[in-house]
Structure formats: C-alpha cells, structure tokens
C-alpha cells in the first residue's frame, strides 16, 4: 500500500461515520455528515491496521509501508479540506520513534491547515509490554501546554480493544459535531 493511499485513508475520506456505524450498531445509519479526516503517524505506528479494523476488513492482510520516511514532507498536501486529524503513535516504540513522532504531533497541533481542527490521538500497541501509559505519552509530548485551547482527545488503543477504538472514534464525532452545531449558531 502506497503512503499516499495511507495517509490520506480513503476509508476516512469515504466517510469515518459510515465505517464506525457499520461496526458498531445494528440496521441504517440515520443521515448524519461525513467528515473528511486525515490520518498520519509514523511508518509502524498501527494506522491502517486500525482503520481496517475499525471498518470490518482483515488487518492480517495489511502490508507495511516502505519508504513513509520519504513521503513524510508531502504529508501537508493531504490536508487541505480535512475537518479532524487522527494522530496514531506507537506507545512501545523505540525511545528515537517516540521523539520522532513527537515532533510530527508538533508539527501537526501548529499546521496553519490543522491548528483549529479537533485531534483523535491514538496510543496504540497498548498490548505490548513496552506500551507507556497515557499520562507517560501526555507528559512526554507536552500535550497539556501545547494543545491548549485546542480540541483534542489522547486515547490508548490495540487491535485487540475495538471496544476502546470505538469510544475514541465516538468522542472525535462528538467533538465534530460540536463545531457543526457552533458554526450553525454564529
């Protein structure tokens, strides 16, 4: 799979509602937008094997991306119309990859394109003995002072919770819902 198939998810861009109704709830979905989102994370990071999760297909056939260092610069040209931003970082990295991935959530809370967007960040590979902890990824990212004012939820996640997946993707509807509704009443 292509980086720039990965990062722009064409299951986000198709409608991260629609795939989270289809797994989580019985019979039609009541109309309701569809929101563009961008995923992006570092190359390992777990971003379409939860995507694929999340929308009913097999994560057992995903196949690592190759060259994502390469692709990283383009990243910014997937974000032009995006509504939302889900950031997955691996939670039992290497010490180098978790400062790596630091510094691209900076970059991204900062992006003129993104600054004002709500963000789903996902602490994947919580099933992994290394995994830190939400409060160790909060601290260590600098979330509290850098993300203030902003729109964010920070969330542990594995392919082996979708339950948790779930509430995540439920809190980041919500939050987008809320700008719907707040641009409704200006």
Not at 86 to 109: G, K, M, P, T, Y
Not at 126 to 147: C, G, H, M, T
Not at 171 to 176: G, H, K
Request: negative net charge; contains cysteine.
């Amino acid at each position: 799979m292509s980086e720039c198939i990965q990062i722009s998810f064409a299951v986000c861009r198709i409608g991260i509602y629609t795939c989270f109704r289809a797994l989580c709830c019985k019979g039609p979905p009541p109309a309701r937008p569809e929101y563009d989102l961008v995923c992006i994370g570092l190359t390992g990071s777990g971003k379409t094997s939860l995507l694929s999760k999340l929308c009913s297909e097999s994560p057992e056939n995903v196949v690592s991306t190759t060259g994502a260092d390469n692709i990283r610069k383009y990243w910014s040209r997937y974000y032009q119309g995006s509504q939302g931003v889900i950031f997955v970082l691996d939670s039992a990295s290497s010490e180098d990859d978790l400062e790596a991935a630091r510094n691209e959530l900076h970059s991204a809370l900062q992006h003129p394109q993104l600054c004002t967007l709500p963000f789903l960040i996902l602490a994947n590979h919580q099933d992994k003995p290394a995994a830190r902890s939400v409060q160790e990824i909060k601290k260590y990212f600098e979330l509290e002072p850098l993300a203030r004012g902003k729109r964010w939820i920070l969330h542990p996640c594995s392919l082996d919770d979708m339950d948790a997946l779930k509430d995540s993707f439920s809190q980041l509807i919500n939050l987008l819902e809320e700008k719907d509704h707040d641009a409704v009443r200006m």
